[in-house]
């Protein structure tokens, strides 16, 4: 009498019974080169949106303001600071409407451009940067600048909109647009320097 097939497997073991492969699904598979390529369009189509929302915020909007704020400036453009005379003559010239415009412009691209910049700055420093100690400290500057530049315009907004100008929020206000503007600039070398070190460790083969 035939066996069958389970008793045949068990009188021979594993030996009658053939592997079975497993199965791969290749289309979810990707060369190192390609998550590569993936990541850098995804960084270069994040440093373009943070060039836009920097033309869009300082470039644009902030100087467009300036046509309902007398030709005053604004706080946010000023590099080197403010004082209390400005501010001032910009409370005064100012009325609700335009302040409500100021910070509708802060709760967007005000918002929006440093949290990208930091965003694609750490995303770009852990790539390229592969000495831990050296890549947290290249964090350092995009975090704090994303962190002075949204309080300084809840800064801004507080000092414009208060009954009664103080002017400790004026200073404290003044030295965040300053700071941010200076962490702007220690960002924008902080990728310099990973973009070095990153062409350093993946230099571009010469062609014969």
Same mark, same amino acid.
């Given at each position: 009498?035939?066996?069958?097939?389970?008793?045949?497997? +068990?009188?021979?073991?594993?030996?009658?019974?053939?592997?079975?492969? *497993?199965?791969?699904?290749?289309?979810?598979?990707? #060369? *190192?080169?390609? +998550?590569?390529?993936?990541?850098?369009?995804?960084?270069? +189509?994040?440093? =373009?949106?943070?060039?836009?929302?920097?033309?869009? !915020?300082?470039?644009?909007?902030?100087?467009?303001? %300036?046509?309902?704020?007398?030709?005053?400036?604004?706080?946010?453009?000023?590099? !080197?600071?403010?004082?209390?005379?400005? =501010?001032?003559?910009?409370?005064?010239?100012?009325?609700?409407?335009?302040?409500?415009?100021?910070?509708?412009?802060?709760?967007?691209?005000?918002?929006?451009?440093?949290?990208?910049?930091?965003?694609?700055?750490? %995303?770009?420093?852990?790539?390229?940067?592969?000495?831990?100690?050296?890549?947290?400290? /290249?964090?350092? !500057?995009?975090?704090?600048?994303?962190?002075?530049?949204?309080?300084?315009?809840?800064?801004?907004?507080?000092?414009?909109?208060?009954?009664?100008?103080?002017?400790?929020?004026?200073?404290?206000?003044?030295?965040?647009?300053?700071?941010?503007?200076?962490?702007?600039?220690?960002? /924008?070398?902080?990728?310099?320097? +990973?973009? !070095?070190?990153?062409?350093?460790?993946?230099?571009?083969? #010469?062609?014969?």
């Amino acid at each position: 009498m035939a066996k069958t097939p389970a008793q045949r497997a +068990a009188k021979h073991g594993n030996a009658a019974t053939p592997p079975v492969a *497993p199965v791969v699904n290749t289309s979810t598979q990707r #060369s *190192p080169h390609k +998550a590569q390529s993936n990541a850098n369009m995804l960084l270069i +189509a994040g440093s =373009v949106a943070c060039l836009f929302l920097f033309w869009y !915020f300082h470039l644009l909007t902030l100087n467009q303001m %300036t046509d309902i704020s007398g030709g005053l400036t604004m706080p946010d453009s000023m590099v !080197f600071g403010f004082d209390v005379a400005h =501010v001032e003559a910009l409370r005064s010239a100012m009325d609700s409407d335009a302040r409500g415009q100021l910070q509708f412009v802060h709760k967007t691209a005000g918002m929006l451009f440093p949290l990208v910049l930091g965003l694609v700055a750490m %995303t770009m420093i852990a790539m390229n940067v592969a000495k831990k100690s050296l890549r947290r400290i /290249l964090w350092i !500057f995009p975090v704090l600048f994303a962190v002075a530049q949204l309080w300084a315009n809840v800064s801004i907004d507080n000092m414009l909109g208060a009954e009664t100008l103080d002017s400790g929020a004026v200073a404290l206000a003044s030295a965040l647009v300053s700071a941010s503007w200076l962490l702007l600039i220690l960002t /924008l070398a902080s990728i310099g320097v +990973a973009l !070095f070190l990153g062409r350093k460790k993946n230099p571009v083969p #010469s062609q014969a």
